[in-house]
């Protein structure tokens, strides 16, 4: 016990050398009861204000500020808002030299994979080196992850592509499938901004790990699948995302297959693959895999370069635009029949680029033990896309396999993201034209190198192994992506999701108690095997809250434990059963249909001539129990602090042969 | 303790008496340490069957089938299917008397609320006759309850007309309306039958009591202003269902009203709410309300006739057909651009007709103390549907209030409803031209006296005090149906459950834990003013499952005590935290998320220096951190059985300065 404490007089342990030890069975001394108590009363406003601030305000942003100078608080609110201040103060040359390392290195990265997910969103590759040098730098001042890479992801450009191209046709209608994208991108900028800033942050929470877990091997092989266009060099693609669209289209349009464009990217791929196993087998060699989508880009360049017109079958990128960042407010589309589209498109894509940016800021900054704001986090994603939005940016967010490649380079503030949209920005001004001869196809190869990582088997089998159900969820949004669409799957995994928690709720386990031996716990008779029955008792641990869900279930199951019970005891020739005890201790919440399944389960249990006793109801359930009069119906009597207390008072009630002593 | 029993060996009140009392503090004696047990292995398979045991079959319904010889079984069995059977064969004069003399009662009140329910459905009145007559007697040959009075309702008829009037016009297509009609009834009827059979009846708990009244009271309103158009002889009105539409059409159709009509119909009104106060205030007169609408009628038919053709302005029924139930089986319609609409009427309808009939049929049984199988029920009721959608009959159920008068008027079984169809019969055959003269206005005062008892102010009331979320839904669901549609209403109320559910998942309370003095009883602090803290330890009481959808709030709050309390304890100049002993005994499942919650938060309280302790893990949660080796990485001797042995085992460890030994 740490010394130095003088204020412990009630401490048990000390009372206890004072006092008369308590004997802790059951009868042989007259137990103390103690009366359930209620929670101090609150007015309805009180009470309200103190529940929305637990549902909105649970990590109490606001505590740094408590007792502070208002120029301390002017300061601190400014480095809230504006993290930059806050690490930009204490920013040296040996900082400096860490982030311009890891910007190095993350730019590499990210011009070839800017360009491959432009391609996947059906943009104009440039789009995505746009994507990397506005949002990284509105992020390097709002955000508050020093580890997170932020620039175009493969499954927001796959769900963006494949919902605009749903009902706009990227090369028929350029500019307003264009104008489709930056909008959705708004919305989504929007709709991530609100999110944080209405601290609903939890609704990303909402896409479990079993989900996402599910979707991602989905999406990450109808990405692949839509490589395969790229692979083979097919001209006369599917515009479908399903599998079974995909390869019909594949194997429908084998006359165009080019065995040129195969052997080429297969043998890339297999470098890219090569490289990216050393580079997570030894993290020491990250930059192996780091360098490699560049690396590729340029060999396969020279390579096309040297062959030019020898090279059939192989198709490349042509001219692209040079120059920086074009405004384009003037180009969002805020109505008009295709307003729903993007309204749609921007909160499925911002709900999933959010989803990965915050897990992404999470696990680094839990590598590194500082804490990230999640609701913060939001907003600084939000404003990051309404500001890219306005700059012919699509969405963006922090990328996995960047921030991973980030941190391995030792990057240790948010200035690594600046490095990188430099690095970004002088490609865009001078080096677009290097690009003219770089193969589609290994455009391909690196986005299937990029998706293989977000299959992770490992997980589905940890799944299956501890949660059937949560398996269900995996499997559900794998397939509804793969075999109908992206917004299936989601959907179908939310309500698998939602589902096991209904049925949690719906089908409460209900044990059968009974003592450890030696001391006051009643536990479950299938659990602890010491554990022993208490005659002319049924002690019932019911381990659900009590809601309309299953008010029907718990008067029928408890009836069917007395029916199993009664049978037992009469079987087995032992005393009958004259009470029911409900250990409610992980009842945590009752609602009204609740409270009238026990009203009407002591009315049923008393014309048999059984006593319902409750124990340990939490305060929230007393609280509602009093609050509906069935405090009193229950018969207060019967309510008890504990089990032990409950059949201590009883027992001797029973032995001194007074049994209405308390009716 | 009833005596006799010679099994109690282990019993610990007489064990006590043996062995050496145990003392119940901390530290004074070393306390004996349980290890927490898991439940016994089971296969896959095994723990499979009997998770779905749970689920679908929690009653057991095969029971009594155990240990039963061949032909007994199978007399129990048909029984079953048939309880005809099983009360038929016990039948006499006796229960005939009262049987017939309720059978006559409910059959005064079922032949006018016949004819107007099916005018609210925009059937032809004779259809209210024919589903009273072939549903019923379905229902008394398969039915368990011994008070339900089947035959059309209200809120299903106002349903099943709203949805098919939205695509067909009745009085433009009155084949097709029939048609569609029937086939919805059809679809209903397969849909309840296939709940119960496939052991589903659990759906409509999901219809909590706080949706329910705010949608009866909504629905009640919505099926009151239709009859407005009955009231005053309102021609031309209109076909939407919302309060505005209605209100609009009877104030912009002012030239339409017929005052006579209104006064004619206020007397009967009157009349017929006064019965109906009378009825409920003394349960003895029970027959005044009873035969009120009857002798409305009847009075009403009697004035209409002397007065004939002076009767201006109040519009009568005229001919009605006359003759049984004709088939119908070949009017349904299975295929075409209606069967959407067919099939979505038929599930909504079968759904609030099944809430209904199971709500009536347990309320009933439970006054009389009979057990009601909800799934048993919802087979006989989708039959007696499909029957009646075969014999011109739509969607029936058990009613409310002629279930009510039914149980008044000393119904013994289901011969009531014999008796009540066979009055129907005769009336068909013989007494049909009798309502030539029934004025349109009496069936519309029929109606409104019949729902105003669906709106139940009371039970909003007590919602509002009980539980402020439930009221939510219920104002939900008013507002939804009142204001936009009924399966609007539905579904708003429907989600604001659920939200609830998952509220309380997403923002569990988590509480800090004191000890009761003199017992091993570990409770809330903002409970119980006797519970005192223990110097260096937190002990957090976490009342929720843990879910995806809690595990980030799991580690924020409880970062958040561990941050409050430090500082407390440092305001306080009391000894510093050490432990954080999570009481998880309410944590009544985890899925993997949450695992991984527990995890993370032993890894940011291990860095602080903090030692992360579990208590009284329950058996599911403690199965589920083995299969997934978090029970390793929690470290086993952190986990124990209950809050008192960890306090006493780390107290021991820190008085013996041996703070590691269990690292």
């Known amino acids: 016990m740490g010394g130095g404490s003088n204020r412990v007089e009630t401490f048990p342990e000390f009372q206890d050398l004072e006092s008369p030890p308590q004997i802790s069975a059951h009868g042989v001394q007259p137990l103390e009861i103690h009366k359930v108590a209620f929670q101090k009363k609150q007015s309805t406003f009180r009470a309200l204000k103190q529940e929305l601030g637990e549902i909105f305000f649970p990590d109490d942003p606001l505590h740094q500020f ?9 300061l601190l609110a400014l480095q809230y808002i504006f993290p930059i201040i806050q690490w930009g103060s204490e920013y040296n040359l040996q900082l400096l030299k860490s982030d311009a390392i890891s910007g190095l290195t993350i730019a590499s990265l990210a011009i070839p994979q800017g360009i491959s997910y432009a391609k996947l969103a059906n943009l104009p590759p440039i789009t995505g080196l746009y994507s990397s040098f506005v949002p990284p730098l509105v992020y390097s001042v709002l955000g508050s992850s020093k580890d997170l890479a932020v620039g175009p992801v493969s499954i927001a450009s ?75 060099d097919i001209v006369h693609f599917t515009t479908k995302m399903d599998f079974v669209s995909v390869i019909v289209s594949v194997f429908k349009n084998r006359t165009e297959w080019a065995w040129q464009s195969v052997v080429f990217g297969l043998c890339f791929l297999a470098f890219l693959l090569i490289t990216r196993h050393i580079g997570m087998k030894r993290p020491k060699y990250f930059w192996v ?20 017109s020898h090279a059939h079958g192989i198709d490349i990128i042509g001219r692209l635009e040079k120059g920086v960042n074009p405004p384009s407010a003037d180009m969002l589309y805020f109505q008009g029949s295709y307003l729903g589209l993007v309204v749609k498109t921007g909160i499925v894509t911002g709900i999933l680029s959010l989803t990965e940016g915050i897990a992404v800021g999470r696990t680094f900054a839990s590598l590194k033990n500082y804490q990230v704001d999640g609701n913060k986090e939001m907003m600084a994603i939000g404003l990051m896309n309404m500001a890219g939005s306005c700059t012919s940016c699509y969405v963006t967010t922090g990328s996995f396999s960047r921030s991973a490649v980030n941190y391995n380079a030792g990057s240790k503030t948010a200035a690594s993201n600046i490095v990188m949209a430099s690095v970004v920005l002088i490609t865009m001004l001078f080096l677009m034209p290097l690009f003219y001869y770089t193969p589609n196809v290994i455009l391909s190869v690196i986005i299937l190198t990029a998706v293989v990582g977000l299959i992770d088997f490992g997980a589905a089998v940890r799944l299956w192994k ?69 005659p002319s008792f049924i002690i019932l641990g019911i ?28 079987d087995m020739n032992e005393s009958e059963i004259n009470y029911i005890v409900l250990d409610v201790s992980a009842v945590t919440a009752v609602d009204t249909s609740g409270i009238e399944a026990l009203l009407e389960l002591k009315k049923t249990l008393n014309s048999r001539s059984l006593q319902l006793v409750l124990a340990n109801p939490v305060a929230g359930v007393a609280e509602k129990l009093r609050l509906s009069e069935a405090w009193e119906k229950l018969e207060s009597e019967c309510i ?13 009630m029973s032995k001194n042969s007074e049994p209405d002593m308390r009716k």
Chains 1, 2 share one sequence.
């Open 66 to 74: 408590k007792n502070k100078s208002f120029s301390r608080k002017l």
């Open 158 to 232: 796959l769900v963006m592509g494949s919902m605009l191209r749903d009902q706009v046709n990227p090369d028929l209608e350029p500019l307003l499938y264009l104008q489709l994208a930056f909008t959705a991108t708004f919305f989504a900028g929007v709709f991530q901004a609100s999110l944080g800033f209405l601290r609903l942050g939890f609704i990303v929470d909402y896409l479990s790990k079993a989900t996402l877990v599910g979707f991602m091997g989905g999406a990450a092989i109808i990405v692949s699948l839509q490589q395969l266009k790229g692979l083979f």
């Open 289 to 308: 895999s780091a360098a490699a989508p560049l690396t590729s880009v340029i060999l396969s360049t020279i390579i096309l370069f040297a062959l030019k």
């Open 466 to 534: 501890v949660d059937k159900l949560d398996f269900m969820a995996c499997l559900g949004a794998f397939f509804g992506v793969l075999f109908i669409s992206v917004e299936i799957g989601l959907i179908v995994a939310l309500g698998i999701s939602m589902l096991k928690i209904l049925i949690h709720v719906t089908r409460p386990n209900i044990v059968i108690l009974g003592n450890i031996p030696g001391t006051q716990n009643y536990r479950s008779l299938g659990q602890y095997k010491e554990a022993i029955r208490i």
């Open 543 to 570: 381990e659900s809250p009590l809601y309309f869900t299953n008010s029907m279930y718990l008067q029928e199951r408890v009836m069917r434990w007395v029916r199993e019970e009664e049978e037992r005891t009469s």
């Open 640 to 652: 008890y602090m504990c089990v032990g207390e409950a059949i201590a008072a009883f027992s001797s």
